[in-house]
T-cell receptor, first 113, second 113 residues
Framework: EDKVVQSPLSLVVHEGDTVTLNCSYE??????LLWYKQEKKAPTFLFML????IEKKSGRLSSILDKKELFSILNITATQTGDSAIYLC?????????????FGQGTTLQVKP | KAGVTQTPRYLIKTRGQQVTLSCSPI?????VSWYQQTPGQGLQFLFE???????NKGNFPGRFSGRQFSNSRSEMNVSTLELGDSALYLC????????????FGPGTRLTVT
């Protein structure tokens, strides 16, 4: 059965720290891996990764995918209290399953001042 | 460009009743996916509609159904509500073709008493 596993499930850091969130997957017919940030309501899109080894970067956030080892990491440098949220990793498959995302459990990040 | 909108935002129903939730995708997006989010199960895929046709379906009972209209708006219906149906229901839209991310709406918080 296809699955996406995130670790850690929760994390507490202080402002200025750097954090690394992990996402591993066992999915047939992999198409893409996506990262979302969910604060109080809807998840907001962060990154989509389709190729191994190519880092995607947006400000203090960056992410990379390893399709051989079947995992991705999301890095946040110089964390701020506004980074406190649930970070969701999801995998999309090819073919008839395009459009259907399989989500991990999420990592709850709390950044303390 | 306006985002994904969902109505209503909050609902309280009693067991045995039925409910209909609505989702309006981003203009130009033709694919709409529905997800259920609960603290215990995380985000789980319900179904996806594209051009008024259900293209994918998750592992939910037949009480959960949906449809899509010619303007890409989608509705989700849950009949014979159970306490366990209490959840945040999210819809996401995307423009099919290539690698495209899904954009989520704010969700409908359904409470079944």
């Amino acid at each position: 059965e296809d699955k996406v596993v995130q670790s850690p499930l929760s994390l507490v850091v202080h402002e200025g720290d750097t954090v690394t969130l992990n996402c591993s997957y066992e999915v047939t017919n992999f198409r893409s891996l996506l990262w979302y940030k969910q604060e109080k309501k809807a998840p907001t899109f962060l990154f989509m990764l389709t190729s191994s080894g190519i880092e995607k970067k947006s400000g203090r956030l960056s992410s990379i995918l390893d399709k051989k080892e079947l995992f991705s990491i999301l890095n946040i440098t110089a964390t701020q209290t506004g980074d406190s949220a649930i970070y969701l990793c999801a995998v999309e498959r090819t073919g008839g399953n395009t459009g259907k995302l399989i989500f991990g459990q999420g990592t709850t990040l709390q950044v303390k001042p | 460009k306006a985002g994904v909108t969902q109505t209503p935002r909050y609902l309280i129903k009693t067991r045995g009743q039925q409910v209909t939730l609505s989702c309006s995708p981003i203009s130009g997006h033709r694919s709409v996916s529905w997800y259920q989010q609960t603290p215990g199960q995380g985000l789980q895929f319900l179904f996806e509609y594209f051009s008024e046709t259900q293209r994918n379906k998750g592992n939910f009972p037949g009480r959960f159904s949906g449809r899509q209209f010619s303007n890409s708006r989608s509705e989700m219906n849950v009949s014979t509500l159970e306490l366990g149906d209490s959840a945040l229901y999210l819809c996401a839209s995307s423009s099919p073709g290539g690698y495209v991310e899904q954009y989520f709406g704010p969700g409908t918080r359904l409470t079944v008493t």
